[in-house]
C-alpha cells in the first residue's frame, strides 16, 4: 500500500484501541494514516474484552453494527479494520518512523528501506491513547480526545481546548488508581457520597452553577427516558446528544418567544445542537431526577463525550455564551450575532 504524502492525524501505533480512534476520526472526516513497526494488531484484550454501554453507543454512531447491543472481540476488529477501509484510512504496517524534523510536522518514515516524506498536523504516540491496561478507560480516553482534534482540525474550537486534554485523562487515570486500592473503612463509610468513575468533576472544563449536586458537572449524563414535545416521540438525553457535537438543553417553561429568541441566538452564534424540554406530565420524572421544582429552569450543556460541561439554576445567555467561548474555546460563527440584550 502506498503510504500518503500527508494527513491531518498520524497514529503511531497499530492496536485494537488506536484503530478505534482512527475509525472515530475518519468517522467525522479527519484524515488518518496509521502506522506500526509490527505486522499485525496486537491481542491484548482477547481474554478480558467486555465494552461499557457509553462506549457502545459512540461505536454505534461511527458505524459499528452491534448485535444484541454487543460486539465480541473478533467482530470488533473485522468492523474496525472495513470501516478504516470504508473512509479511506490507511493503516501501514511494518513502517516507522526514521526522523522527525523539530519545529515542524514533518516525518520521514521508513518502510522496506526506503524512506517516505509525510506531513501531518498531529502525531500520537502508543502513549498518547493507551493510559491503562482496562479497554473500558483507554476508550473513555480517546472520546475525551476525539472531539478536541475534530473541533479544532474543523476550526470549531481554537486549538489551546487541546492544552486540557492532558489533565482530564490524569484525572481518569488517578481515579482508576483509587480504585483499585482496597477500600480504607472510612471510605466504605461514606462510599454513597463518592461520586460515580469515571468523573471529571474537578476538571477545568466542568462549570457547576446549582445548589442541587445530585447531578453535578463533570458527571456522565443519565441516560434519562423523555418525551419530546416537538417531536411528540418517546427518546432519551442519549439518543439527543450526539457525539459530533455540544448539546445545550433548556429544562423548565419558556414563553414562545423566549424559546424563538434563544434558539436563533444559539443558531446564529455557535455549532450547537438546541433542545428544550418543558415540564410536562410525561417528563415529570425527568424533573424530579434532577430536583427541578414546578417554576423552575435549568441549563445543561453536554459535551461530545457525554459528560456534563455546564449546570446552572437558571436560563441565561450570558453564562452559556461566557461558558462556550471561555471554557470550551468554541469559535462563534461568522454570520452577524443576534443581540443577547434582546433575549
Known amino acids: ?21 482512527a475509525a472515530l476520526l475518519s468517522a467525522n472526516g479527519i484524515k488518518v494514516l496509521v502506522i506500526d513497526a509490527d505486522e499485525k494488531i ?14 457502545l453507543k459512540f461505536l454505534k454512531e461511527i458505524g459499528y453494527e452491534l448485535k444484541d447491543h454487543q460486539i465480541d472481540y473478533s467482530d470488533f476488529i473485522k468492523q474496525t479494520l472495513k470501516l478504516l477501509a470504508k473512509n ?43 493510559i491503562s491496561d482496562k479497554l473500558n478507560i483507554n476508550l473513555t480516553n480517546i472520546f475525551l480526545m476525539g472531539w478536541r482534534i475534530i473541533g479544532v482540525i474543523k476550526r470549531t474550537l481554537n486549538q489551546t481546548i487541546l492544552d486540557t486534554r492532558f489533565s482530564e485523562s490524569d484525572l481518569i487515570k488517578n481515579q482508576l488508581e483509587k480504585v483499585n486500592k482496597p477500600s480504607h473503612l472510612l471510605n466504605r463509610i461514606a462510599r454513597k457520597k463518592i461520586k460515580a468513575f469515571p468523573n471529571l468533576i474537578d476538571s477545568k472544563l466542568s462549570l457547576h452553577l446549582s445548589q442541587e449536586r445530585k447531578v453535578e458537572a463533570g458527571e456522565l449524563l443519565p441516560d434519562l427516558k423523555i418525551y419530546d414535545e416537538k417531536q411528540k416521540l418517546e427518546t432519551s438525553l442519549h439518543h439527543w446528544c450526539a457525539y459530533h457535537q455540544f448539546s445545550l438543553i433548556l429544562f423548565g417553561n419558556l414563553i414562545p418567544t423566549n424559546l424563538f429568541a434563544i434558539a436563533r441566538w444559539i443558531q446564529l452564534n455557535y455549532p450547537i445542537q438546541f433542545y428544550y ?4 406530565e410525561k417528563n415529570e420524572s425527568v424533573f424530579e431526577y434532577f430536583k427541578i421544582r414546578k417554576g423552575e429552569r435549568k441549563t445543561m450543556i453536554i459535551r461530545p463525550d457525554l459528560f456534563i460541561g455546564l449546570i446552572h439554576d437558571a436560563i441565561d445567555i450570558d453564562i452559556i455564551d461566557n461558558y462556550l467561548s471561555n471554557f ?8 452577524p450575532q443576534a443581540n443577547k440584550n434582546a433575549i
Open 42 to 55: 496486537d491481542t491484548l484484550y482477547t481474554d478480558d474484552f467486555s465494552i461499557d454501554d457509553d462506549e
Open 88 to 130: 479511506l484510512c490507511s493503516v501501514i504496517w511494518k513502517t516507522s518512523i526514521k526522523q522527525h524534523h523539530k519545529g515542524k510536522i514533518e516525518f520521514e518514515l521508513e518502510k522496506d528501506e526506503q524512506i517516505h516524506h509525510h506531513k501531518t498536523s498531529f502525531h500520537f504516540k502508543k502513549e498518547d491513547i493507551i
Open 1 to 21: 500500500m502506498r503510504i500518503p504524502e500527508n494527513s491531518e492525524v498520524l497514529i503511531e501505533v497499530g492496536n485494537l484501541v488506536s484503530l478505534t480512534f
Open 328 to 335: 470550551i474555546k468554541m469559535k462563534a460563527k461568522e454570520t
Open 277 to 280: 424540554l418543558p415540564q410536562t
